[in-house]
C-alpha cells in the first residue's frame, strides 16, 4: 500500500498575521524525525515555503527550506510545487534550481495509484488573483482521459472551488482561494472514469469537500495558528502535515500536529459521480421546463455519456 507524506505552507520567514513563520524550521525538524520514523514511500511539498519579502531574501529563506529538507530526500523523493508565495519575487527557474528538480506538470505511477502533480501557475497577480493556462487544462483533461487507474491530482491551488466561510484570509476574498476557470478543472474532473482524489494547500485549513462525486482535501498550513482554540494553545503553529495511504480497497488520510483530522474512504466511492445539477427551479415551473429537465436527465443517464 502506498503511503504518501504531505507538507504544506510552511511560510518559512518572518510571523506574519496569524503565520508562526519563526517556527517553520523547527517543525521541518520534527517532519524530518516523522518521516524518518513512518518510512512513506514519496513526500509531497505542496508550495508556499516561504512568506514572501524580496528578490534577495526571497532566495535566502528558499535555500534554508532546501536544506531543512535535505535528510528528508535520503527517505524518500520529495516532489514540490511552487506555491504563490515562492513565485511573487522568484521564477520557476529559480526554484528548479534551489530544489533540484523541474518543476512542471509531471505524472507517477506508485503502487497501483497515478500520482499527478498539477503545477498550473501560482503567481497572485493583484488584484485579479490566479490565472489557470489553458495550456494546463489540456494537460490535465488529457490525463484524466488517459487514466487507467485511480488518480490523486496534488496542487497547491484547490481545485474544488469550495466555500472560505469562516477562513481568516478568504472568506472576504474569495476569489484569491480558486482559479477563475475552477468550473472547466471541475468538469474535468467530473469526467473521469477513474477513482479520483485531489489534495491541495493554499487555505490554511483541513478540509473534505465533495463535488461532482470528486471528493477533495486541503491540508493544513505547517505554520498557521488561525484554527487554534485557546484550550489547544491559540497563537500557537499547527505544525500539521499529513500521511495518505492509498490503498486498493481503502484511502486513509490522517493529518498528525496540533490541528488533526482523520478520513477513511472506499476506493470504489471516489469512482462515483453526481447527476449534474438542476437549472435554476425557476426556468422548471412549467410543464415545457419539466420536460427539458427529464430530457436532460435521460442524455445525463444515457450508456457511454
Keep these: ?6 507538507i504544506t ?3 518559512h520567514g518572518k510571523d506574519a498575521e496569524a503565520k508562526k513563520g519563526s517556527h517553520a ?4 525538524a520534527d517532519f524530518a524525525d516523522f518521516a524518518e520514523v513512518h ?4 513526500i509531497l511539498e505542496l508550495g508556499d515555503r516561504i512568506s514572501d519579502v524580496d528578490r534577495q531574501t526571497d532566495l ?3 535555500h534554508e527550506v532546501a536544506e531543512a529538507l535535505a535528510p528528508i530526500k535520503a527517505i524518500a523523493p520529495v516532489l514540490h510545487i511552487c506555491g504563490n508565495h515562492d513565485r511573487d519575487f522568484l521564477s520557476v527557474e529559480d526554484n528548479e534550481e534551489i530544489f533540484g528538480q523541474m518543476l512542471g506538470n509531471l505524472t507517477i505511477d506508485l503502487g497501483g495509484w497515478r500520482v499527478v502533480m498539477f503545477r498550473a501557475d501560482t503567481r497572485m497577480r493583484r488584484p485579479d ?10 494537460w490535465l483533461a488529457g490525463v484524466v482521459a488517459d487514466a487507467d487507474r485511480p488518480l ?8 474544488s472551488g469550495h466555500g472560505q466561510d469562516g477562513n481568516y484570509y478568504f472568506q472576504n476574498s474569495l476569489g484569491f482561494s480558486r482559479y477563475p476557470q475552477t468550473s472547466v478543472l471541475r ?3 467530473r469526467s473521469c472514469r477513474q477513482p479520483l482524489l485531489c489534495v491541495a494547500g493554499h487555505v490554511h485549513w483541513n478540509t473534505v469537500t465533495t463535488v461532482d462525486g470528486v471528493t477533495h482535501l486541503t491540508l493544513q498550513s505547517l505554520t498557521e495558528s488561525f484554527t487554534m482554540s485557546p484550550d489547544r494553545g491559540h497563537g500557537a503553529p499547527a505544525g500539521a502535515w499529513g500521511m495518505l495511504e492509498l490503498g486498493a480497497e481503502n484511502v486513509a488520510w490522517r493529518v498528525h500536529g496540533e490541528d488533526t483530522m482523520a478520513l477513511e474512504l472506499p476506493v470504489k466511492q471516489l469512482a462515483r459521480r453526481w447527476y449534474k445539477p438542476l437549472p435554476p427551479l425557476a426556468e422548471l415551473a412549467d410543464e415545457s421546463g419539466r420536460q427539458k429537465r427529464i430530457e436532460a436527465f435521460d442524455r445525463e443517464m444515457a450508456p457511454g455519456v
Excluded at 25 to 28: A, T
Excluded at 39 to 42: N, R, S, T
Design 25 to 28: 524550521l523547527r517543525l521541518l
Design 187 to 189: 468538469e474535468v474532473l
Design 60 to 62: 535566502d529563506l528558499e
Design 1 to 6: 500500500m502506498p503511503r504518501i507524506a504531505i
Design 129 to 138: 488573483g490566479f490565472r489557470c493556462p489553458d495550456s494546463d487544462i489540456d
Design 9 to 11: 505552507d510552511i511560510h
Design 152 to 159: 490523486l491530482i496534488a496542487s497547491h491551488v484547490p481545485l
Design 39 to 42: 518510512k512513506p514511500d514519496l
